[in-house]
């Protein structure tokens, strides 16, 4: 890689923090020292990740700069390109290019504040040809997706559970009529939620009054729904569901699909735990789901006896 090069990656953390990050500088040094170490790029490109993350704060005094973000996640995205391909056929090299996909879901984000929802989808159709999440991702988000009623709005709880359904939504055009929006961000990204609302064509955020003229779903993913005290939420398979709801919105339990995670179980792959956990929950909620799981040989797995 080279010591200019290093040195250059240096001056770029001091623009883009008020101080030098330990954590990324330490990983620069690594990767200084040795290009081909795979892990490494990983680290790193996780660690501009989490930064381009902490964009939708929107601290003051540049509450938005969408160049900026775009930098950081296009560091994320080089980090990632090079841990794949110096650990090729290892569990960093399929990390690597999940979180190159996640890396774009966070550039569709940044646009849809930006410029609308129109926007995100255009972000979603520069991703490379065959990137793709792996299938009991793309599975995870298949079900997520189904789960919610017509015209709703999803929101999701963490890394998994977001990324699969935006993938899935955006990317494989699956449930163009929903909107699937982290809670977090939500609840903590001013710009973005103003943008939602303005497309949504209302102004109160809590979930209530949206649930007034939509159906809300959460992911499962949560230990208990948002908002539990103020709103009433009925469990489906693997969501909660307030609002508006029909019964033809109701997909049986049995209708839902586990074969990827089956096969991921059984060749245990990277990312297998998050989604059984998710799976773990949804279970214990809506007991029907059980047959569902049972069918591919996943009863213990997901905890039905």
Known sequence: MGIFLYKAALALLVVQSPQPDS???????????????????LDLGRAYLQRAADYHTHRKPVTVDTVW?????????????????????????????????????ELAYVDWEAAGSAAATLTWHTLPEGLRLPPVLEELGENLLRACPHQGILFTEGETDTQAAWYLRFSRGLRPDLMVIPFDR?????????????????????????????????????????????????????????????KADRVPPQDFVFAALKLAVDE???????????????????????????????????GCH
Do not use: I
């Open 23 to 41: 954590v990324r500088a330490g990983l620069w040094a690594r990767v200084a020292a040795d290009s081909t170490d795979g892990p490494a790029w």
């Open 69 to 105: 973000a775009h930098g950081t996640l296009d560091t994320a995205q080089a980090a990632f390109e090079r841990a794949a391909r110096w650990s090729a056929g290892t569990r960093t090299a399929d990390s690597a290019r999940v979180f190159r996909v996640y890396a774009f879901g």
């Open 186 to 246: 939500w609840r903590g990204d001013s710009v973005l939620r103003n943008r939602v609302l303005r497309e949504l064509r209302t102004r109160d955020p809590a979930v209530r009054a949206l649930s007034q003229s939509r159906a809300v779903c959460a992911s499962m993913a949560f230990e208990h729904p948002p908002d539990e005290r103020a709103v009433r939420w009925n469990k489906r398979p693997l969501v909660w569901v307030t609002g508006k709801e029909t």
């Open 268 to 302: 245990h792959e990277t990312w297998t735990d998050p989604v059984t956990a998710l799976y773990h929950r949804a279970a214990g909620n809506v007991g029907g789901l059980c047959k569902a799981f049972d069918t591919f040989g996943l009863s213990s797995e997901v």
